[in-house]
């Protein structure tokens, strides 16, 4: 069972930039492929992120590819989520998960807001 935390959320003005962090409990953290998802209002969870065991790997959806960054840092039991050159429709609740989520790792999430 992986338990996660996510924090970093808040505020930022169309074009900033903003570091979510995601911080899991258990053993297998780094044998755990990662990911990052965000639920815009009135929409449904989507996929941002990816990345592999080892952070070698990752994979972005077409709407982040270029502005976000996915990294971790498997001593911490960490994931990190860059979000650069922020735009309004970045708004959303941000949450990590293992990748694929599994239904029952879903944190309380951390929300980011872009203002134009």
């Known amino acids: 069972q992986v338990h996660v935390v996510e924090s970093g959320g808040g505020l930022v003005q169309d074009g900033g930039s903003l570091r979510l962090s995601c911080v899991a409990s258990?053993?297998?953290?780094?044998?755990?492929?990662m990911g990052w998802f965000r639920q815009p209002p009135g929409k449904e969870r989507e996929f941002v992120a990816g990345?592999?065991?080892?952070?070698?790997?990752?994979q972005y959806a077409d709407s982040v590819n270029g502005r976000f960054a996915i990294s971790r840092d498997n001593a911490k039991n960490t994931v990190y989520l860059d979000l650069n050159i922020a735009k309004v429709e970045d708004t959303a609740v941000y949450y990590c998960?293992?990748?694929?989520?599994?239904?029952?790792?879903w944190g309380q999430g951390t929300q980011v807001t872009v203002s134009s």
């Open positions: 258990g053993n297998s953290f780094s044998r755990e492929l």
């Open positions: 990345l592999s065991e080892s952070g070698r790997n990752a």
């Open positions: 998960n293992t990748w694929p989520p599994h239904n029952t790792h």
